[in-house]
């Protein structure tokens, strides 16, 4: 019994994410581009935990319990300054308030704080004409080896690949959607804005 006490407790991860989680804390550089949600990296713990209570259908408490400090486990990485983030956020995720007002005013700040460090970069890609983020959220990876990988999330499923053709699409995108964001000083002021206006 004490042996399968691992086996028998919830996952930390949904299946489909762990070969991603092993490739983000290898990458080097790691690109997000988020059209709805805070990213996990950039996630606070009641953001982290709003968000999972919202999963339908219904996670159980245990799985929840499980998966809240799983994710904010993985902001360790945001602290090695060897890696390099760039996080590109919708405003539509930056207007949704995820745990009322006070917690959505945390989430806020804790954003323009993450911007501060001399390795994230954190934007916002405002509303406007359509562009490619309306094609949805993505992550773009760089190895050790200067190997390009994209993770792509949806519904039911993530896809982690390395196709070149994909990538490059990807990272044409991901470009584009650069030039539409607000600066990084534009972006910590923009969301600076949002959360005086709570």
């Known amino acids: 019994m004490v042996a399968a006490h691992e086996y028998l407790k919830p996952e930390r991860f949904p299946s489909y994410l762990e070969d991603y989680v092993r490739y983000e804390a290898e990458a080097t550089v790691l690109s ?3 059209p709805l949600l805070i990213p996990g990296l950039l996630q606070t713990a009641e953001t982290v935990r709003e968000y999972l209570n919202a999963h339908f259908p219904p996670l159980d408490d245990d799985t929840i319990e499980e998966r809240v400090p799983a994710r904010l486990e993985r902001q ?3 602290r090695d300054q060897r890696k390099a983030f760039s996080f590109v956020i919708g405003e ?3 207007r949704h308030q995820a745990g009322g007002v006070e917690a959505h005013r945390r989430q806020l700040l804790h954003l323009v704080e993450a911007g501060k460090a001399r390795n994230v970069s954190v934007q ?3 509303f406007g004409p359509a562009g490619p983020g309306l094609l949805g959220p993505f992550v773009l990876l760089e190895t050790p080896e200067h190997e390009h990988l994209v ?3 949806g519904q039911t499923m993530g896809v982690l690949y ?3 053709a994909k990538v490059s699409i990807v990272m044409q995108r991901h470009a584009m959607i650069l ?3 607000l600066s990084p000083d534009e972006s910590a002021r923009f969301i600076g804005k949002l959360a005086e206006e709570l």
């Open 151 to 153: 993770y792509e999330e």
């Open 162 to 164: 390395a196709d070149a």
């Open 179 to 181: 030039r539409q964001a």
């Open 124 to 126: 916002v890609l405002p």
């Open 76 to 78: 360790s990485l945001l």
């Open 32 to 34: 997000f581009y988020q």
């Open 92 to 94: 539509a995720a930056l």
